[in-house]
């Protein structure tokens, strides 16, 4: 391994644990990792919760103290970004005018949110929120001299309603627009995200479902000012923040000629269509046995999990990526957790104190489990999340019987 080069683009948290992850595993070659933005490494999860209340703090955002890498011998480029790529001679060129040769390359970019496609969508006020520039701005926006502000939410998917929960923590009032029948429609169940939906509205978010944004208003200031819908209404807005899904950063393989199809496609070892270049995180498209076609998962958990998977590739160990996904939201003091995969399942059984906003959804396809989705039962999740990785053969029928224990039933398994 010695006098092998590996470098990593994207400085986030697929790269930046790609790296550590090299070094833990004995990995004694060079490893340079590159970042578009000018922070090292950090997380994005408390960027639309607690760092935007002021309880997260900046240096707590921090993946790893600055002093690692250095330590770790491990090359950390900020804020310069990879423009090219050419494979012939393996070689990235970055916009810094420097070239960087590797014998494996790991693509770790990410993703960036979705523009709203419709006119006044660049208006001054408003906002996507991806990065800490971005929580920073909107952080600032919400304190406003303690004005209370009309916000208004493009989107009723994990970003927006993390946003709306925070924001109305603030005291803002807060509208969301989702074009979709119901909150979450794409990444939970009818009956989770009812729950989410009643709980948000109980705290005084206004949440319009079925409704689309047609165009953005500027006031007197050419700042945006309402959000016109498509049934007419004008909805009014300090501050506009869109949260329509992301598009996964592929540029660079594209242009290098790699397989690509929302996200850069990678085999079951995370191995793109050049063997020399692996691609993980939110920027990759790969076969998933828990979902049984190839997927792209916005987590952290599968940044941090696919970027020991390669980490092992590279040390000479040929595993392939099986791990149960899974991923957290929270949004007042409710803490969702995900484990395996919810979409696509034909029957859902619901366990524990719905009353109490303490509840699991059991989702199952052809009566198997594929994925439990958890609200304030983090005891059911580290369960559920055994169980999928074991395969289980828990039935819809032993969920719904009354007195039904996860914990229980694990007991008697063990
Ligand atoms: C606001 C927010 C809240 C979230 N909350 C949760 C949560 O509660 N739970 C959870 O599991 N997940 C959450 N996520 C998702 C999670 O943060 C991502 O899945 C995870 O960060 C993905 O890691 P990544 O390394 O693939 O991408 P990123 O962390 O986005 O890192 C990619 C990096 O690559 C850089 N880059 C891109 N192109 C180039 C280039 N050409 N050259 C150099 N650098 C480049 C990007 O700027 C970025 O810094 C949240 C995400 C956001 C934005």
């Known amino acids: 391994m010695a006098g092998r080069s590996v470098v ?13 992850a090299l070094r833990a595993q004995g990995f004694t070659g060079s490893i340079t990792l590159v970042g ?43 804020g310069d970004e990879a423009v090219g790529l050419d494979r012939e001679i393996r070689s990235v060129t970055l916009r810094s005018g420097r070239e960087l040769r590797y014998d494996t390359l790991v693509l770790a970019t990410g993703a960036r949110p979705r523009r709203l496609p419709v006119p006044g969508a660049d208006l001054p006020g408003v906002l996507t929120l991806r990065g800490a520039d971005d929580s920073d701005t909107l952080r600032a926006r919400l304190a406003d001299g303690g004005r209370t502000l009309d916000l208004a939410v493009v989107g009723a998917g994990f970003i927006g309603l993390e946003l709306a929960a925070t924001a109305r923590k603030l005291g803002h ?38 409704r689309e944004v047609t165009e953005l208003l500027a006031g007197a200031t050419g700042e945006v000012r309402a959000l016109r819908l498509n049934d007419g209404e004008l909805v009014p807005a300090d501050l506009v923040v869109v949260g329509i899904g992301v598009l996964p950063n592929v ?45 792209r998962l916005e987590s ?25 996904p899974w991923f957290w939201s929270e949004q007042y003091e409710l803490r969702l957790q995900i484990a395996g ?70 007991r008697q398994a063990t």
């Open 8 to 20: 990593i683009i994207g400085a986030g948290q697929a790269g930046s644990d790609t790296a550590a």
């Open 36 to 78: 578009d933005e000018r922070h090292p490494p950090y997380q994005r999860p408390p960027l639309s919760k607690g760092y935007l209340t002021g309880a997260t703090l900046r240096e707590d955002l921090l993946l790893r103290p600055e002093t690692f890498y250095p330590a770790q011998d491990i090359e950390l480029l900020c």
């Open 173 to 210: 009032r807060v509208t969301v627009v989702e074009a979709l029948p119901r909150a979450l429609q794409r990444a939970l169940s009818p009956e989770m995200s009812a729950h989410l939906s009643t709980e948000h509205q109980r705290r005084g978010v206004r949440l319009l479902l079925r």
């Open 251 to 295: 540029d660079l393989a594209v242009g290098a000629g790699l397989a690509v199809g929302d996200g850069i496609l990678v085999d079951e070892h995370l191995r793109t269509s050049d063997p020399d270049i692996h691609a993980i995180g939110d920027c990759a498209r790969f076969p998933s046995p828990h979902a049984g076609r190839p997927v």
């Open 300 to 324: 952290v958990q599968n940044a941090t999990d696919q970027a020991r998977t390669v980490a092992a590739a590279v040390c000479g160990a040929g595993e392939p990526y099986t791990a149960v």
């Open 341 to 410: 995969l919810t979409a696509g399942h034909d029957q859902a059984v619901v366990a524990g104190d719905v009353e109490q906003g303490r509840f699991s959804v059991f989702c199952f396809r052809e009566g198997r489990l594929t994925g439990v989705e958890s609200l304030n039962r983090a005891a059911d999740h580290g369960i559920s999340r055994r169980l999928l990785a074991a395969g289980t053969d828990l039935t819809p029928e032993q969920v719904a019987r009354p007195g039904f224990d996860l914990k229980h039933l694990a």
